[in-house]
């Protein structure tokens, strides 16, 4: 595709619900990033994949966060038994590389937990 | 652990002034460094790329510049216009498992018209 992008844009849930976020990456990118951006403050690394592998997931904040990524494109956060503190917006990045390449951002899911 | 600092935390300008954003990060061992902007309850916009053997990259009315050795990083926006007002961020990207993004907490630009 052209972009990066995300879905759904906007998701309200209620407290102890399990939510799934998507990310379609650019066509041909083979690393893709989680982050989350919590009002006022700045982007938290969650997790990264090269292809469907995910090297480290020391940034999920807890067990009830998990990430898969498959056929080496499209990924899925999930969400467990939602808390309010979960409320943020969450951004996939993908690049075409590990390293020496630029990350593009999608316009993110704004998650409400109420 | 690395960590981002951006100076100022925000600034405002008249259109037409020319202005520099200031990013520092603590560990030099960095493979790029690149600068984001992010309008309100949007997602980020990559700007310019540079690679931790460069020095400076240009784009348009932007230039930004890499001094690793010091931790330090500027982006010059000439000529500013009330369109440039936006979040502008820094991120350095290190190795080890995860090549992840490590972001300052941006600096906030409005330009007056």
């Known amino acids: 595709g052209a972009g990066v992008s995300q879905s759904p844009s906007n998701k309200v849930t209620e407290k102890g619900k399990d939510v799934e976020l998507r990310c379609d990456p650019i066509?041909?990118?083979?690393?893709l990033y989680w982050y989350r951006q919590s009002l006022g403050q700045g982007l938290e690394f969650l997790i990264y994949?090269?292809?469907?592998?995910?090297?480290?997931k020391s940034g999920l904040p807890s067990d009830r966060f998990s990430a898969e990524r498959t056929g080496g494109s499209v990924s899925t956060l999930t969400i467990q038994r939602t808390q309010q503190e979960d409320s943020a917006v969450y951004l996939c990045a993908s690049s075409l590389g590990a390293i020496n390449t630029e990350a593009f951002f999608g316009q993110g899911t704004r998650l409400t937990v109420v | 652990k690395q960590e981002v600092t951006q100076i100022p935390a925000a600034l405002s300008v008249p259109e037409g002034e020319n202005l520099v954003l200031n990013c520092s990060f603590t560990?030099?061992?960095?493979?790029?460094l690149q600068w984001f902007r992010q309008d309100p309850g949007k997602g980020l916009t990559s700007l310019l790329l540079i690679q931790s053997s460069q020095r400076e990259q240009t784009s348009g009315r932007l230039n930004a510049s890499l001094d690793k050795s010091s931790g330090r990083s500027t982006l010059y926006i000439a000529a500013s216009q009330p369109g440039d007002s936006a979040t502008y961020l820094c991120a350095v990207k290190r190795g080890g498992s995860n090549y992840k993004l490590t972001f300052g907490k941006g600096t906030l630009l409005t330009v007056n018209p």
């Open positions: 560990d030099s061992a960095i493979y790029n």
């Open positions: 994949f090269q292809g469907n592998s995910a090297p480290d």
């Open positions: 066509s041909g990118h083979t690393a």
